[in-house]
């Protein structure tokens, strides 16, 4: 009888624990509307914390791949959508050329905060990744190196 009884506790457990694993945050409605008026046109919404304290909203829009961000005022962060190699600005093609020569270039996005427009893009040589973000005039404005994947290890 005991055996029965704990195998109920675990499925109601276990199916708890799942169902608040999926959840998505509480949005405030200020957020949401600010969301919607921004974006009148996207589809396929999902919300989730950014840092623990920013919105964050993936969608699409006109078939596209988007995301962007708030702060708990529902102020606008940021704005991120991915556009091909040949959409980015001559100067930031130029600069990938000029610096980034032995890279490929594997993604490109858009980024628009309200300082303004940037490209982010993320290049790949061997096992090294990076990450870096240009300004519309080719300026470097950051790069990081992105962190291997767990789990795989160097070959000879």
Known sequence: MNR???LALLLVFGTNSYAQKAAEPTVPAAVKAAFAKQFPKAEQA???MED???YEVGFKQAGTKWSAKYDASAKW???EHEVAATALPAAVTKA???SYGAYELKESEMVET???TGYEVELENGKETLEVMF???GKVLKSKAEEEKKGEEEED
Request: net charge negative; glycine share 10%; aromatic share 10%.
């Open 114 to 116: 309200p300082a303004g």
């Open 4 to 6: 029965p009884f704990s």
């Open 46 to 48: 999902k919300w989730e």
């Open 52 to 54: 623990g304290k920013d």
């Open 96 to 98: 990938i050329a000029s």
């Open 77 to 79: 962060l940021e704005t």
């Open 135 to 137: 300004s519309a005039d």
